[in-house]
């Protein structure tokens, strides 16, 4: 069932003050972003041939002091085997160097919005398609169906379980445009009804593959591609003197 929702923000403590809390969400954004393994510090993933698992420590022998080196792994999208990796991390790479800021729309309260959250029996797995695998896609566990109408159009979203966390990946209009091209990022807050969550579009952000093309973030399907402009949250990375991220 399909619960209309209006642009009417959740009721909050009188104490709280959204914007503040929003201008300190940005703040904490730039940071992780620049830290030593952010997003913008990401500047290799290599993958070991099928059955290796590789040795991160004599990885990191010979790297500069700025560069850290962790582990990954995945599933082969052929035979299903697990695949091992290294993720090479560098603090002085040129785009944590260039990068300025992220740029965003206008705090808008009335892009927080109420929605109904039907958890699904049992590990229920959606495909969702790749932006590196070349159409390919893989499965994630959506433990639950989020309902809204937003203008006039009842949705039903998908979100997958993003360690313990639900993650929104959704499309509107302004990507390609005023936003990252392959969608954004939305964390979804549940409530004290576990009926209910919580969907504050102003804390959109853009995707890890929009400040390194080393991720290989999963795209929004169908069903998370919303009819209107969602004018609200991260917009577009900023690099100073020219650089190109080339994302």
């Given at each position: 069932m399909?619960?209309?929702v209006?642009?009417?923000?959740?009721?909050?403590?009188?104490?709280?003050?959204p914007?503040?809390?929003?201008?300190?969400?940005?703040?904490?954004?730039?940071?992780?972003?620049?830290?030593?393994?952010?997003?913008?510090?990401?500047?290799?993933?290599?993958?070991?041939?099928?059955?290796e698992?590789?040795?991160?420590?004599?990885?990191?022998?010979?790297?500069p002091?700025?560069?850290?080196?962790t582990?990954l792994?995945?599933?082969d999208?052929?035979?299903?085997?697990?695949?091992?990796g290294l993720?090479?991390?560098?603090?002085d790479?040129?785009?944590?160097?260039?990068?300025?800021?992220?740029?965003?729309?206008?705090?808008d309260?009335?892009?927080?919005?109420?929605?109904?959250?039907?958890?699904?029996?049992?590990?229920?797995?959606l495909?969702?398609?790749?932006?590196?695998?070349?159409?390919g896609?893989?499965?994630?566990?959506?433990?639950?169906?989020?309902?809204?109408?937003?203008?006039?159009?009842?949705?039903?979203?998908?979100?997958?379980?993003d360690?313990?966390?639900?993650?929104?990946?959704?499309?509107?209009?302004?990507?390609?445009?005023?936003?990252?091209?392959a969608?954004?990022?939305?964390?979804?807050?549940?409530?004290?009804?576990?009926?209910?969550?919580?969907?504050d579009?102003?804390?959109?952000?853009v995707?890890?593959?929009?400040?390194?093309d080393?991720?290989?973030?999963?795209?929004p399907?169908?069903?998370?591609?919303?009819?209107?402009?969602?004018?609200?949250?991260?917009?577009?990375?900023?690099?100073?003197?020219?650089?190109?991220?080339?994302?």
């Open positions: 399909s619960t209309a209006s642009h009417s923000a959740p009721e909050r403590a009188s104490s709280v003050d914007a503040e809390e929003w201008d300190a969400w940005r703040a904490e954004r730039h940071r992780a972003l620049t830290s030593p393994t952010g997003n913008l510090a990401l500047a290799e993933t290599r993958w070991a041939p099928a059955g698992v590789p040795d991160a420590a004599a990885a990191r022998e010979g790297q002091d700025s560069v850290t080196v582990t792994r995945r599933t999208l052929v035979t299903g085997e697990d695949e091992h993720r090479f991390w560098d603090a790479a040129p785009a944590v160097r260039h990068f300025d800021r992220v740029d965003t729309f206008p705090y309260p009335a892009w927080v919005l109420e929605a109904s959250y039907t958890p699904v029996p049992g590990a229920r797995r495909a969702f398609e790749h932006i590196r695998d070349n159409g896609s893989r499965d994630l566990v959506v433990p639950g169906d989020i309902t809204l109408t937003v203008d006039g159009r009842a949705y039903t979203l998908s979100a997958f379980d360690d313990g966390t639900l993650l929104l990946v959704f499309g509107d209009p302004t990507n390609g445009d005023s936003t990252y091209g969608g954004r990022f939305l964390f979804v807050r549940r409530t004290d009804d576990e009926s209910r969550v919580v969907l579009f102003n804390r959109a952000f995707p890890p593959c929009g400040f390194s080393q991720y290989n973030c999963p795209m399907p169908r069903q998370n591609r919303f009819h209107l402009p969602v004018e609200a949250g991260e917009k577009l990375p900023f690099f100073r003197d020219g650089f190109d991220a080339q994302h």
